[in-house]
């Protein structure tokens, strides 16, 4: 069975400042990873995608996560956080052994302060 | 493109009514879902369709009903509304299917409290 934990309910970064959100997951087979943003009473929006590729996904905003098989790891990171990313962040994982079914994280919320 | 559209986008229901949320998308998908957003629990599957003609239970179907009408649309139906099913409800699609990418697309979301 296939589980995602995102390791902090809450950050807090300063504008400028770089933005790390931690996802660990759990898969039989070799997963598709995703990250989602909702910001504040909107939908999701898919930011990148790991399918085993290049390990490094780059995404929309300046985000970018890395695979890490060893550690069982798809951390989210921005170098310089910008007032709009304020929002919540998922972590995903996906099986085509899974019938290609989602499991999300519970969601990471980004405060950024001027 | 539209991309994916839910109606309504906000509805309050008594106990014990019944309503049915609509989904609709243009992407020529295969497959499409529907999800519950409750506060700290991320979104929980609760039915979906990986083709026309075809649909299957997910994590948390119990209460609710769903049709896949044709390949644009995909209902959700609750049948007795009940307090417990106050969410927020979204719909996604994906093309999956042979070599097809298993991407999922989200609508706005539909907000439904149940009082």
């Known amino acids: 069975a296939q589980s995602v934990t995102q390791l902090d309910s809450h950050v807090s970064v300063s504008e400028g400042t770089p933005v790390l959100l931690r996802c660990n997951y759990s898969s039989s087979y070799s997963p598709s990873l995703f990250w989602y943003v909702q910001h504040p009473n909107k939908g999701l929006q898919l930011l990148l995608k790991?399918?085993?590729?290049?390990?490094l996904v780059k995404g929309i905003n300046g985000f970018e996560a890395e695979f890490k098989k060893s550690e069982t790891s798809f951390h989210l990171t921005k170098p310089s956080a910008h007032m709009s990313d304020a929002a919540e962040y998922f972590c995903v994982v996906s099986e085509r052994a899974a019938g290609n079914k989602l499991t999300f994280g519970g969601g990471t919320r980004v405060l950024v302060k001027p | 493109n539209a991309g994916v559209t839910q109606t309504p986008k906000f509805q309050v229901l008594k106990t014990g009514q019944s309503m049915t949320l609509q989904c609709a998308q243009d992407m020529n998908h295969n497959s499409m879902y529907w999800y519950r957003q409750d506060p700290g629990m991320g979104l929980r599957l609760i039915y979906y369709s990986a083709s026309e003609g075809t649909t299957d239970k997910g994590e948390v179907p119990n209460g609710y009903n769903v049709s896949r009408l044709n390949k644009r649309e995909f209902s959700l139906r609750l049948e007795s509304a009940a307090p417990s099913q106050t969410s927020v409800y979204f719909c996604?699609?994906?093309?999956?299917?042979?070599?097809?990418?298993?991407?999922?697309?989200f609508g706005p979301g539909t907000r439904l409290t149940v009082l």
């Open positions: 996604a699609s994906s093309e999956v299917g042979g070599l097809g990418s298993d991407t999922q697309y």
């Open positions: 790991y399918t085993s590729a290049a390990t």
